[in-house]
């Protein structure tokens, strides 16, 4: 079974650009999750969604971060206009919803984004 | 809000020796679960263990196991025999019980991080 895909692996981008990051959960995943580890700090919640909708985005920085989920499969993360203070590592997670928490969030490698 | 904290970066242990990972939490929660995670170079980042605040009984998984201590709010990780494969990134995640409508949420508040090298 393949496991959460992330795509690109590594991204270097300008100041200025933009930058979309994609994840692919395990199928049959209604939750997917994406979190953002910024070099030598915690790895933070971005936002949650439940199929297609965003259950919580409490975690999203500012406005010039969207993430959508269209169909409730994979998800992107688009960052316009990329800053410098958003390099790091995004990393997306996907869990089963069986109403009880003894599933698992299964992590993926994470993008690595630079800003130069 | 939750904070956890792992005031080890670095850590090296030589191969088949114990090694103990530290992380301490903070929470006015009472049901609550723990993790620790694991991300070897490269690679993606997989589960190695959790701990359901209810429960006294510390978890075990193999040469993994963890000593919680819910009044001091600490939550190691011991890992025993070392492997050369247990090289890598460990973080110590909390998560505070949420129903949701979608019935789980790994809304996960994580620590830096302990960086452990096994050495042969």
């Known amino acids: 079974e393949a496991g959460v895909t992330q795509f690109p692996s590594h991204s270097v981008i300008e100041k200025g650009q933009t930058v979309t990051l994609r994840c692919d959960p395990i199928s049959g995943h209604d939750n997917l999750y994406w979190y953002r580890r910024v070099m030598g700090k915690e790895i933070k919640f971005l936002l949650h969604f439940v199929k297609e909708s965003k259950q919580d985005e409490s975690g999203m920085p500012n406005n010039r971060f969207l993430a959508e989920r269209t169909g409730g499969t994979y998800s992107t993360l688009k960052v316009q206009p990329a800053e410098l203070e958003d390099s790091g590592v995004y990393f997306c997670a996907s869990s089963q919803d069986l109403g009880q928490l003894n599933t698992e969030a299964f992590f993926g490698q994470g993008t690595r984004l630079t800003v130069v | 809000a939750q904070t956890v904290t792992q005031s080890q970066p670095e850590m090296s242990v030589q191969e088949a020796e114990t090694v103990t990972l530290s992380c301490t939490y903070d929470?006015?929660?009472?049901?609550?679960?723990l993790f620790w995670y694991k991300q070897p170079p490269s690679r993606q980042m997989i589960l190695v263990i959790r701990q359901e605040a209810y429960k006294q009984q510390n978890a075990t998984e193999n040469r993994f196991s963890v000593n919680f201590q819910k009044a001091a709010k600490s939550f190691s990780l011991k890992i025993s025999d070392s492997q050369l494969g247990d090289t890598a990134m460990y973080f110590c995640?909390?998560?505070?019980?949420?129903?949701?409508?979608?019935?789980?949420?790994?809304?996960?508040?994580f620590g830096k991080g302990t960086l452990l090298t096994v050495n042969p």
């Open positions: 995640a909390f998560m505070k019980h949420v129903k949701t409508r979608g019935g789980s949420n790994y809304k996960l508040t």
């Open positions: 929470t006015s929660e009472n049901n609550y679960y």
